[in-house]
């Protein structure tokens, strides 16, 4: 499961002992959404206004296959979105503040951990429409991040 919500990441079996034990950080200069409009989807790239790199809040799971083997996985955690992201989509990913970032990777208590599944705030991110060229996986250069004008 690529996204696991903040909200019920206790309650989940296959979430809770990763919530406790098994936190990392997902890092990224930038994230996707697809806003719908009359003409269809519009791809938003989401990045810091300064533009420099963040992290994600994740866990992390390894699971045997029937064969033995280890597979290594994570889940991003989302959150509800903040007014920035509103018009894109009702949820987003939790963005940890780089002040919490060695504290998320600690056995700190779940209730500390908890307070850190916050939407970050809208005012240190932007959003601005791309090429729809971000659409297949086969597109790797950066016009695909490049703001619509």
Not at 83 to 90: A, F, I, V, W
Request: charged letters at 30%; a negative charge; proline letters at 9%.
């Amino acid at each position: 499961m690529i996204n696991a919500r903040a909200e019920t990441l206790l309650q989940k079996p296959s979430f809770r002992t990763p919530f406790k034990k098994q936190r990392c950080l997902v890092l990224t200069d930038g994230f996707y959404e697809w806003k719908q409009t009359s003409d269809g989807k519009v791809p938003h790239r989401i990045s810091m206004r300064d533009h420099e790199p963040f992290a994600f809040a994740g866990i992390w799971e390894v699971w045997k296959t029937p064969d033995g083997e280890d597979i290594q996985t994570f889940s991003i955690i989302t959150t509800e979105p903040n007014e920035l992201m509103k018009p894109l989509h009702h949820r987003m990913p939790v963005i940890v503040k780089q002040e919490n970032e060695e504290k998320w990777l600690q056995e700190i208590d779940v209730s500390e951990a908890q307070k850190m599944l916050e939407p970050y705030p809208f005012e240190d991110l932007e959003a601005y429409p791309i090429s729809t060229l971000v659409n297949s996986p086969r597109n790797n250069s950066e016009d695909i991040i490049k703001p619509l004008r």
